[in-house]
């Protein structure tokens, strides 16, 4: 510092006031304003610094007393002294920092607060005026001229929602509070609790606070409501305030108001026993015009009054109060309770004693009902509050009275387990013969309750006892039946001992014993059995005919069934025709089966009355574990009175478990091959509904050697009993006419629900492939070899042979005029045009045998041999196919090409190809005919794969035109008919008639609009007849029907050749199951008999000879896949395996979940027998004595919201589980 005062001589200050700077730095904290660079001045806009005194400072003054700050540890966080000097109220040091930064009048501290919270929260009064002078002009800080003053908000609210004029309240600063009023601060902002300054105040009880809020009606709403509600006043009788309460009222406050749960104020009182207050607010109320009698009938949403909330309080003092003003103990909610319904359900003796002390209408309080038509002694009696029970007794309640449900005190008390209240009631003199509503006695309710009979033995005379044994109520149910079903061993022997009848049946015809076997109850089961009457009740059977021994076995109770075949238990049947067996397949019960079978072994196929073994319902029910256990006990594979095998109801029902398990069983071709003859093979069902199985099926039909995979010994074997019905089956079928079953029925199943991945399993293509190498190749081949001859011969003689259109000087008008073709003798026809001697002579030949060339002579010979052949073929094929004959457009395209071959072949064998209407209807059937020659071997190469891809997307697409055109042939006529009327190409001819014009409309469709020479040149020519209407007709033709049309005609084209493409491979296995399908129907029964085989074996590393690889090759050129090829089958081979042992490794997932679900069930078993023992033994833990919350309790509700506990309750039950 004093290095400082030398560097600056014309400084002329003090130590002392570069001290007084250095404070006011350090009040500064590190300004912004200040931090990191000088204070400096800028002519006309700089700021002038002053010291306390007003002074201006120099700049070097500041700039040491910044270097000294700068250096000092001490000074804390920005603002912070800006606080500490609005609390502290150094008005000097406050507004000199507001000179320095205005800003900071609108900074807030880590609270949210404002310099104005602290300075009201601390009742600094000059600091007030000095900040709220601010925003009304009278002061300011600021000497840079042009500036506007900083506007202060007096209603800022911190992080809690709190105001200045809260923190007033709430430290007990009326001045602060008057001040903040006058400069307009609003007083019902409420925080975060939704607390205003005036119930803070009333809370708070600072009263001189609450007057001066009051102090401005203007401002200050007296009733304005809170945190739930609840106003002012609520909060006086919560605090038993009774000035802050005397204040509220004479400044306007309701005491009828409501908060939101429907309580006033004097409900209030009476809750939290302020039992001042309430009196206190009694007496103003009245004052104030209020009926004493009208306070006391507050109700809340319950219709509680206050002595009903005094009650549910627990409040002593308040009950008395309340009675002593007035309160009637008689008063009703709306439930219909009185304060001593809510006394006696609370047990609270205390308060009930006051009340009949108190009250006058304690004799007929006693007597009253509720809602449900219950008096205060029985809702003592349902809460076991003896000493109640005892004291309303003897103030002379009812000890019969009903409810609405006709129960008692006594039977409420023992259906609610209540034994205390029982054994005073039965002293007392308890009817116990009453009935409720059900006819239940006491001896039912108190064993439904889960009390014994011996609890309670004492206290019953033994005639009474006797009277209630066999007594039923409305099911039928006597107290054996319910002692039965909950297991109570003492009450069973107590009441056998006393003569209670166990052949006695409810209305179900069920004895005890149903119910012990039904609930597993094996020592229940015991006892009654071991008494004199259990050899009569042993087989007894109930309404339905079920005996104890079915109830045990539909239960899974093993130990029961177990005991009572030992006890001599019959294998009876119900009326459904269902043994015990049938029962415990049903539930899935393994072991329960296991033991029936031990002992009656002959119940394994026995069926019920609809033909159901239990396989069938195990199947049913999904119970795969059964169904595997049943198979692996050789249980028959039999046919219900609905002809299906349990394997069939499983696949028809989904239940995919069940079919998974008989696949992977030992008696899996068994299970497929059962089957009436009546209904499809399973396989077909598996096709259908689960094609996963179907697959795995597959899997199965594929085995292979267990030798290295190179080897030459290492072979693969393909079963093909699933993939066709057996040939002997088939055709006694069809002979029969019970069923047509087509060829390869298996695979035609998998096309149509195509599936795809079926289809490609190797076995399939295997099949396929024995079926091509059998008899496929020879007939097609043989076939095709056929059709091309044809095909041959028939374009040979097409070519090489005259005919009329060839000779462009044979005139036609010319036919029938001569003795040769129409000529004069001269070669001159009728109408003068010259014709060529040795055409017409060319001509002639042709017509004879003889003087045909032999090529032509064998042309023709083989050419009318095949159309012959082929029209008595399918004369054949029409009567074998029937209707389904007429459904194949391809047959229709074979009988043109057949009889457009014969009719042009058979004229050329006679005299008539010298006619003239002959020979024109000779050569347009020649050209029919070849057409649909070439047009039908395209047809017949679709079966191929190499061309068949193709062929389809050309036929698909050929669809798709012929729908197009048929849906816009409206416009073609349309358009046809307009430039027919409008004379268009008049010099052509081109739509000089209608037909003419629809002819030419089409083509135009395709080749568009000449417009050059049909509208341009005519348009200029002048010689349309309506040139301005066919120039639009023509662009809108230009538009509608070329461009259009042929985008509509290629996008429809894209997604058809698209559509093929997905489903490429489908296609291709489909059109080898159609050309097998049909080649096999077609066949003799005796070469399909001598060429089918069941199975085939494969040896892929062996060498084949040179037929077998030429045939290969040849399969392999038309898109045929050789299943026997060594590098096909290993590729194969191994995606098979992939996939094998990808569905081998569901199949263990499957059983590995049986068997968790059999582990998860027999856990849940054992912990309710763990809960059963430790409520029993009643065991306690150190977990019993530590209750978890959902809260952590280190957690406050003002340091944010409490995390949930994530930790289980714990119970004995539990722990003892865990050990």
């Not at 975060?192 to 009606?217: D, F, G, R, S, W």
């Amino acid at each position: 510092m004093n290095t400082m005062e030398e560097e600056n001589p014309r400084n002329g200050r003090s130590a002392k006031k570069l001290k007084e700077w250095g404070r006011l730095r350090t009040f500064l904290g590190g300004s912004s304003r200040l931090a990191g660079r000088r204070p400096h001045r800028h002519k006309g806009e700089g700021f002038t610094m002053v010291d306390l005194e007003g002074n201006p400072l120099p700049v070097s003054d500041i700039d040491a007393v910044e270097n000294e700050q700068d250096a000092d540890p001490n000074v804390s966080g920005k603002n912070d002294q800006l606080f500490k000097v609005a609390a502290s109220g150094r008005l000097a040091d406050f507004s000199q920092l507001c000179q320095m930064d205005p800003s900071r009048l609108q900074s807030r501290d880590r609270t949210g607060g404002t310099p104005l919270h602290h300075a009201a929260g601390n009742n600094q009064l000059s600091i007030m005026q000095y900040i709220l002078g601010l925003n009304s002009g009278v002061c300011g800080v600021m000497t840079k001229p042009g500036d506007k003053q900083p506007a202060v908000d007096i209603n800022a609210q911190d992080h809690h929602g709190r105001t200045p004029l809260h923190w007033a309240v709430k430290e007990g600063h009326p001045e602060a509070v008057e001040l903040l009023l006058q400069h307009g601060a609003d007083a019902e902002v409420q925080d975060e609790e939704q607390a205003a300054p005036i119930h803070m105040a009333v809370e708070t009880a600072h009263v001189e606070c609450l007057k001066a809020l009051l102090n401005h009606p203007d401002s200050v709403n007296v009733n304005l409501p809170g945190h739930g509600g609840a106003i002012p006043l609520h909060y006086a009788a919560w605090g038993n305030d009774k000035q802050c309460m005397k204040i509220l009222i004479e400044n306007g406050a309701y005491p009828c108001i409501r908060c939101n749960a429907g309580y006033t104020s004097i409900h209030a009182a009476a809750m939290k026993a302020c039992c001042g207050t309430l009196e206190y607010l009694i007496e103003l109320a009245e004052e104030k015009g209020y009926k004493r009698e009208a306070l006391l009938s507050f109700k809340n949403k319950q219709d509680q009054m206050p002595l009903h909330a005094a009650v549910n309080g627990g409040n002593k003092e308040a009950v008395v109060r309340l009675i002593r003003i007035g309160a009637r103990i008689d008063a009703k909610q709306d439930d219909e309770s009185t304060p001593m319904h809510l006394a006696s359900s609370q047990g609270a003796l205390d308060i009930i004693k006051l009340m009949m002390e108190t009250a006058d209408q304690k004799r007929q309080t006693i007597h009253l009902r509720d809602i449900q038509r219950m008096t205060p002694l029985h809702k003592a009696a349902m809460f076991d509050h003896t000493g109640t029970v005892e004291y309303l007794l003897e103030e002379g309640a009812d000890l019969n009275c009903t409810d609405n449900e006709e129960r008692s005190p006594l039977l409420l008390a023992a259906s609610r387990g209540a034994w205390r209240t029982v054994k005073v009631l039965l002293s007392r003199g308890a009817d116990p013969n009453l009935r409720d509503l059900n006819r239940r006695n006491f001896l039912h309710l108190a064993i439904l309750g889960g009390g014994g009979v011996a609890t309670f033995h004492g206290e019953l005379s033994t005639g009474s006892l006797r009277e209630l044994l066999d007594d039923k109520d409305e099911f039928g149910c006597t107290p054996l039946h319910y002692a039965s079903e909950q297991g109570h061993l003492k009450s069973i022997e107590l009441l056998l001992q006393q003569g209670a009848s166990a052949k006695v049946k409810n209305n179900e015809k069920q004895s005890a014993l149903h119910f012990a076997a039904k609930y597993g109850r094996l020592n229940t089961v015991r006892s009654l059995l071991n008494s004199p009457q259990g050899p009569n009740i042993i087989n007894d059977p109930d309404g339905v005919g079920d005996t104890s021994l079915h109830m045990a076995s539909a239960n899974g109770h093993t130990a029961v069934v177990k005991f009572l075949l030992q006890k001599g238990a019959f294998i009876h049947r119900c009326q459904g025709g269902r043994t015990a067996l049938h029962l415990a397949a049903q539930g899935g019960h393994t072991q329960t089966i296991r033991v029936l079978l031990s002992t009656h072994a002959h119940l394994l196929n026995q069926t019920d009355k609809e033909g159901n073994t239990a396989l069938h319902l195990a199947a049913r029910e999904s119970k795969a574990s059964t169904v595997l256990f049943l198979m692996s006990e050789e249980a028959e594979f039999k046919l219900n009175n609905n002809k299906k095998t349990f394997f069939e109801d499983a696949i028809e029902l989904r239940n995919r478990d069940v079919a998974m398990a008989v696949v992977g069983h030992d008696r899996w071709t068994e299970a497929l091959t059962t089957f009436s003859h009546d209904n499809f093979p399973p396989i077909y069902k598996l096709i259908d509904v689960l094609p996963d199985i179907c697959m795995y099926v597959l899997d199965r039909c594929r085995t292979t050697a267990s030798c290295d995979e190179k080897s030459q010994e290492y072979w693969i074997k393909y079963s093909y009993q699933f993939m066709q019905c057996p040939l002997e089956w088939r055709y006694k079928m069809l002979k029969e006419g019970i069923m047509d079953v087509p060829p390869l029925a298996v695979l035609n199943k998998m096309v149509d629900a195509n599936r795809v991945e079926l289809l490609s399993h190797p076995v399939c293509i295997n099949f396929l492939d024995m079926k091509w190498n059998a008899y496929g190749r020879f007939v097609y081949l043989s076939n095709l070899i056929l059709y091309l001859i044809y095909l041959i011969f028939l374009t040979v003689f097409v070519a090489t042979s005259a005919h009329p259109t060839s000779h462009t000087d044979f005139a036609p008008s010319a036919w029938g005029n001569s003795s040769m073709n129409g000529t004069g003798v001269n070669g001159t026809s009728v109408n003068g045009s010259s014709v060529n001697g040795s055409d017409i002579q060319h001509l002639h030949n042709i017509c004879q045998f003889k003087e045909r060339h032999w090529l032509e002579n064998t042309c023709i010979i083989i050419c009318l041999a095949f159309g012959a052949f082929n029209v008595l073929k399918e004369i054949g094929q029409m009567i074998h196919q029937k209707q389904k004959y007429f459904r194949d457009v391809t047959n229709l395209l074979e009988w043109c090409l057949y009889v457009a071959t014969l009719v042009f072949i058979v004229p050329f064998l006679t005299d008539a190809c010298e006619r003239e209407d002959i020979v024109r209807l000779q050569w347009q059937m020649g050209a029919v005919a070849v057409f649909l020659a070439w047009f039908n071997l395209m047809l017949y190469l679709q079966r191929f794969d190499i061309f068949g891809i193709f062929i389809v997307m050309y036929i698909e697409i050929l669809k798709t035109l012929l729908q197009v055109l048929m849906v816009f042939s409206f416009l073609v006529i349309a358009f046809g008919l307009a430039f027919y009327i409008l004379g268009m190409s008049a010099d052509t001819l081109a739509h000089s008639t209608a037909g003419l014009s629809f002819l030419r409309t089409g083509m135009m469709i395709m080749e568009g609009p000449e417009s050059v020479d049909n509208v341009i040149v005519p348009y200029v020519q002048n010689t349309l007849l309506y040139p301005e209407l066919t120039v639009v007709f023509i662009i809108a033709f230009t538009l509608l029907m070329p461009i259009l049309l042929m985008n509509l005609l290629i996008g429809l084209a894209v997604g058809d050749i698209s559509g093929v493409q997905r489903n490429a491979q489908l296609k291709r296995l489909a059109m080898q199951v159609e050309l097998h399908t049909e080649l096999e129907s077609k066949l003799p029964e005796v070469l399909v008999k001598k060429v089918d085989k069941v199975e085939v074996t494969v040896y892929p590393n062996t060498c084949k000879g040179k037929i077998a690889n030429i045939m290969t090759q040849l399969r392999a050129g038309v898109g045929i896949d050789d299943g026997n090829s060594v590098d096909h089958d290993s590729a194969r081979g191994d995606a098979l395996d992939a996939t094998v042992n990808t569905r081998s490794l569901a199949v263990e997932m499957d059983k590995q979940k049986r068997r968790m679900k059999e582990m998860n069930s027999m856990l849940v078993q054992q912990h309710q027998l763990l809960r059963l023992i430790v409520q029993k033994m009643e065991i306690r833990t150190e977990a019993d004595d530590r209750d978890v919350g959902d809260a952590d309790p280190t957690c406050s509700s003002r340091s944010g919201p409490a995390r949930a506990s994530t930790a289980p309750r714990s119970s004995s039950a539990n722990s003892l589980s865990r050990a």
